[in-house]
């Protein structure tokens, strides 16, 4: 059973940076592919970035010049380096693993973390 934990969420000041780590567990961790998906209050779940297993990167358009998503295998951790934040980046942040293939679909992907919040403020 694979389970997800991420944290490093908070309240920060448009233009600082935050770190989110998703911690994994219960699996073979170099074989995922995780994403990162956001959901602001009143909104849809929305696709952020995502990593394969074997390292490629899939930043979403508009996160591109700003967040960096990486992992470390030893650690079983993927990381979402998040610089140069706005107020809209507001909202709670999700993992996910797919153990098969890699996705920017939040629907098809089998396990999920709790989420950790970020706030941004103007």
Same mark, same amino acid.
């Given at each position: 059973q694979v389970q997800l934990a991420e944290s490093g969420g908070g309240l920060v000041q448009a233009g600082d940076s935050l770190r $989110?780590?998703?911690?994994?567990s219960g699996g073979a961790f170099?074989?995922?592919?995780?994403?990162?998906?956001?959901?602001?209050p009143g909104k849809e779940r929305e696709f952020v970035a995502a990593i394969s297993w074997g390292g490629a990167t899939f930043p979403a358009?508009?996160?591109?010049?700003?967040?960096t998503i990486s992992r470390d295998n030893t650690g079983n951790t993927?990381? $979402?380096q998040m610089n140069s934040l706005k107020p809209e980046d507001t909202g709670v942040y999700?993992?996910?693993?797919h153990e098969g293939f890699?996705?920017?679909?939040?629907?098809?992907?089998?396990y999920w973390g709790q989420g950790t919040q970020v706030t941004v403020s103007s």
């Open positions: $989110l780590t998703c911690a994994t170099s074989s995922y592919n995780v994403g990162w998906f956001r959901q602001a358009d508009f996160v591109k010049d700003r967040f993927v990381y $979402l999700f993992c996910a693993v890699i996705t920017t679909r939040s629907d098809e992907y089998p």
